[in-house]
């Protein structure tokens, strides 16, 4: 349940960035060029990320990956709330790709730990239509959240929910992935 509820809020992270971020670097006035950029910063980050952490959560273990990326991506929420520059909502994606590497590929790892492998399969299903499921809340919720009171007011309230899953995975969830003896 600590990596279902934590994969729904990454993903979250992710659906209100598709949805708010172009309207959000729109409102300040950005060229579309400049939009797109942006735009492509967070998940070009994560993308090579995660090439590296999915390793290195095989050698450092899971949780802590998971506990370190939810609340880097709270922080990165927070700094693209608070950012009124390009180089500042560069910075703010850079590090919410970061953050976002650290737990996509690790959490996925840590179901496979813990699923035998004759229901592996069933519980990676139900890890991913929570983790998915995070992509309709996160629009959904930006959107009411910036129709009520502002795109920026958005932007924060993911940046909240990212630190309260970071509480969460904190305390409920233990570490999944044992290293043998001598590694």
């Given at each position: 349940?600590?990596?279902?509820?934590?994969?729904?809020?990454?993903?979250?992270?992710?659906?209100?960035?598709?949805?708010?971020?172009?309207?959000?670097?729109?409102?300040?006035?950005?060229?579309?060029?400049?939009?797109?950029?942006?735009?492509?910063?967070?998940?070009?980050?994560?993308?090579?990320?995660?090439?590296?952490?999915?390793?290195?959560?095989?050698?450092?273990?899971?949780?802590?990956?998971?506990?370190?990326?939810m609340p880097l991506q709270g922080?990165?929420?927070?700094?693209i709330a608070l950012a009124d520059s390009f180089a500042g909502w560069a910075f703010g994606a850079a590090v919410l790709g970061a953050g976002t590497a650290m737990v996509y590929p690790t959490l996925l790892a840590a179901i496979g730990d813990v699923a035998h492998p004759q229901w592996r399969g069933r519980a990676v299903?139900?890890?991913?239509?929570?983790?998915?499921?995070?992509?309709?809340?996160?629009?959904?919720?930006?959107?009411?959240?910036?129709?009520?009171?502002?795109?920026?007011?958005?932007v924060w309230v993911a940046a909240g929910i990212s630190l309260v899953s970071a509480l969460v995975v904190a305390v409920r969830m233990y570490e999944t992935h044992h290293r043998p003896a001598g590694l």
């Open positions: 349940s600590s990596a279902s509820q934590a994969g729904l809020v990454n993903n979250l992270n992710f659906g209100l960035s598709w949805g708010l971020f172009p309207l959000l670097f729109a409102g300040a006035g950005l060229p579309v060029d400049r939009i797109g950029l942006l735009f492509a910063i967070y998940p070009a980050v994560w993308g090579v990320g995660q090439l590296f952490t999915g390793a290195l959560s095989d050698r450092w273990g899971r949780k802590h990956l998971i506990t370190g990326g922080t990165a929420m927070a700094l299903g139900v890890y991913r239509v929570w983790r998915d499921l995070g992509y309709a809340v996160g629009a959904v919720m930006g959107g009411v959240v910036a129709d009520l009171w502002s795109l920026r007011a958005a």
